[in-house]
């Protein structure tokens, strides 16, 4: 059974950081793709980062040069680093382990960014 199991958020003033991180069980975790999603009140869920199993990452623009995400494959987790947050970071954010067809979430943690 597969489980991501996300810790770390809360609330945090504009300016702030937050280490978020996501522990992974039931999967092999370095071939998969894993990466943090976020969902704002009345907005779809949208990207922020991944990681593919080779390394190469990927960010939303809008947390470009704010945002790191790393992976720890001996421990089976990612984390994302999130410095400099502001108010419109504000939202539930779910970790994600992706392969091919397969697509897993975890249950998600808040992030409040006051401004």
């Known amino acids: 059974q597969v489980q991501l199991a996300e810790s770390g958020g809360g609330l945090v003033q504009s300016g702030g950081s937050l280490r978020l991180s996501c522990a992974a069980s039931?999967?092999?975790?370095?071939?998969?793709?894993m990466g943090w999603y976020r969902q704002a009140p009345g907005k779809q869920r949208e990207l922020v980062a991944t990681?593919?199993?080779?390394?190469?990452?990927n960010y939303a623009d809008s947390v470009k040069g704010r945002f790191t995400i790393s992976t720890d494959n001996a421990k089976s987790t990612v984390t994302l680093q999130m410095n400099s947050l502001k108010p419109e970071d504000t939202a539930v954010y779910y970790c994600?382990?992706?392969?091919?067809?397969?697509?897993?979430w975890g249950q998600g943690t808040q992030v409040t960014v006051s401004s």
């Open positions: 994600n382990a992706f392969r091919a067809t397969l697509d897993y």
């Open positions: 039931g999967i092999i975790f370095s071939i998969w793709r």
């Open positions: 990681m593919a199993s080779g390394g190469k990452t």
